[in-house]
């Protein structure tokens, strides 16, 4: 039975497919759009791979997913000047933000044991690791790292110790949330202010954080309808609740000038883009 069982083992290791134990593992790529550059000329995109298992055992277990890699690359609208941006790494991308006039782009990279926050150097490609939190940590999912709209500012915002979870040694009642900011140099990494701030929240999952054009930040709770603005310094205010609440979180986004929503490449590398909502664009708050 083993000279059988074993040349069919050796022919499925070939190419893109791999046999390990019980789990068939084939790797797929692709191409992803992420985001406009603060320019709104140059566009901000992944070449991504991953290994998917096609089986498992017993069959009810899901698929899972391994050896995540991704490439970033910029290309201008039209598709001209592509180049690679830093080297190929391991995660997979979340997050990410071109500040072209700053001459670097933030990713979040979620990796298997941490999510991580990273400047890379659009010059000579140098990569700065910003902050980064275990999986486990108890401010998930509410951890944010956002250039101002400048570029020349990093906003770091997460739940403070005291509003984790009940299972974390809850201190304050679970429907007030305070939140920690910390305003970094993002060159230096240095820190140039910092604040804290109470709004009330049920989870984190209703909390949300903008930069505004007059490079404050905006914090707000859509359940609680509660908004409080914060100066670099670190002081913050109360504010009334924006009619009209734009997540558009700086000048890099999926959203262009227009309000167009980056939905992806098409098949000979062009845009493909949504219909303008002025609602969309940065500071329509």
Known sequence: MKKVVLPVLALACVGCITVVGTFVWEKRS???????????AWILGADFSREISMNSAPPFIPGRVRNNEFQLFMQQRDGSGRREVGRRQAGSVETAYLMKRAGYVLSQIRTDSHIQFSRMGLKNGGVQLVYEVPWYHRSLPFVRV????????????QLSRRSWPREAGLIIPRKIAEIEVVFLDSESLEVTGRGNTIMFAE??????????RDKTLLLTCFSEKEARVMTLDGK?????????????????SQWDGNGRWLEGFAADGMLILGD??????????
């Open 203 to 212: 989870g984190a999952a209703s909390l949300e954080v903008v930069w505004q």
């Open 236 to 252: 913050s205010k109360p504010i009334a609740f924006p009619e009209r609440l734009s997540t558009v979180q700086t000048t890099s």
């Open 146 to 157: 956002i250039p101002s709209p400048d570029g020349k500012v990093l906003a770091r915002c």
């Open 276 to 285: 303008p909502k002025p609602e969309k664009v940065f500071g329509a708050n």
């Open 30 to 40: 692709g191409t992803t759009a992420l985001v406009f550059g603060d320019d709104d």
